[in-house]
């Protein structure tokens, strides 16, 4: 189910939050992390290279604006293969 945000511009643009996480690609891409293998003992049978889908449960820390652009903090509250 689509639902509204904020952009940049302060006008409203509709998301589908069933939609795939696509960086634009004038944009500087998604973000990288690192977990232990014991968060996601899955993995440790998955192949470099492959893309795998995992859950993860957020808490928002922060909003700020950076270099133009609003960014947002999270931390990683919970992780889980799918």
């Known amino acids: 189910m689509p639902q509204d945000i904020h952009t940049t511009s302060g006008k409203m643009r509709s998301i589908d939050k069933e939609s795939p996480m696509v960086a634009d690609s004038?944009?500087?891409?998604?973000?990288?992390?690192?977990?232990k293998v014991s968060d996601i003992p899955e993995a440790e049978d998955?192949?470099?290279?492959?893309?795998?889908?995992?859950?993860?449960?957020?808490?928002?820390?922060?909003?700020?604006?950076?270099?133009n652009e609003n960014w947002v903090e999270f931390q990683i509250k919970k992780i889980k293969a799918l």
């Open 46 to 67: 998955w192949d470099v290279g492959e893309e795998y889908n995992i859950e993860l449960v957020v808490k928002q820390k922060a909003v700020r604006s950076k270099d």
């Open 26 to 35: 004038k944009d500087y891409g998604l973000p990288c992390f690192e977990v």
